[in-house]
Every structure is written in structure tokens, then in C-alpha cells.
């Protein structure tokens, strides 16, 4: 007797960490695998988001820590204080 389909199965395959991987793989992301050289292209694609952070670290650096003195000399030069 052949199986009914059932309305309690989903009517599509659950994803699953290899099917993951894959659409990684086809998006162009490093390849994915557990020999060291993947792993080294993939942190080869971690390099331009670490130099953004560090970019963004000084952003905030200046503005938490320089704009008050910034606006502080302002209103010495206007003669608010």
C-alpha cells in the first residue's frame, strides 16, 4: 500500500547545516570545510570588516571623546562662558 501524504509532514525539506553551507558556497563565500586553507580564505573575507571596525572604533572615539572639547572651544571663541 502506498503512503498518503500526510497533513502533518511539511510540504518542504527542513534545511539543514549542509544545505547551508552550500548556498554559502554558491553566494561566493569561502569554501566551506575543515582543512586549514578554507579557513584562512575565510578569514581572508574578515579582513575589509576588521579594518571597518577599527575605522568605526575611531569614529566613536571622537566623537565621545573630542567633540565636548570641540564645542567647548567654540563657546570660548563665541564668548558664551
Given at each position: 500500500?502506498?503512503?498518503?501524504?500526510?497533513?502533518?509532514?511539511?510540504?518542504?525539506?527542513?534545511?539543514?547545516?549542509?544545505?547551508?553551507?552550500?548556498?554559502?558556497?554558491?553566494?561566493?563565500?569561502?569554501?566551506?570545510g575543515s582543512d586549514p586553507l578554507s579557513g584562512f580564505f575565510?578569514?581572508?573575507?574578515?579582513?575589509?570588516?576588521?579594518?571597518?571596525?577599527?575605522?568605526?572604533?575611531?569614529?566613536?572615539?571622537?566623537?565621545?571623546?573630542?567633540?565636548?572639547?570641540?564645542?567647548?572651544?567654540?563657546?570660548?571663541?563665541?564668548?558664551?562662558?
Open positions: 500500500m502506498a503512503r498518503s501524504a500526510s497533513v502533518w509532514r511539511l510540504p518542504w525539506t527542513p534545511v539543514t547545516g549542509s544545505w547551508l553551507k552550500n548556498m554559502a558556497d554558491v553566494m561566493g563565500h569561502a569554501p566551506v575565510a578569514f581572508l573575507l574578515f579582513i575589509p570588516l576588521l579594518v571597518v571596525f577599527v575605522f568605526w572604533l575611531v569614529e566613536i572615539a571622537v566623537e565621545l571623546v573630542l567633540w565636548p572639547f570641540f564645542l567647548l572651544v567654540r563657546a570660548f571663541a563665541r564668548g558664551v562662558t
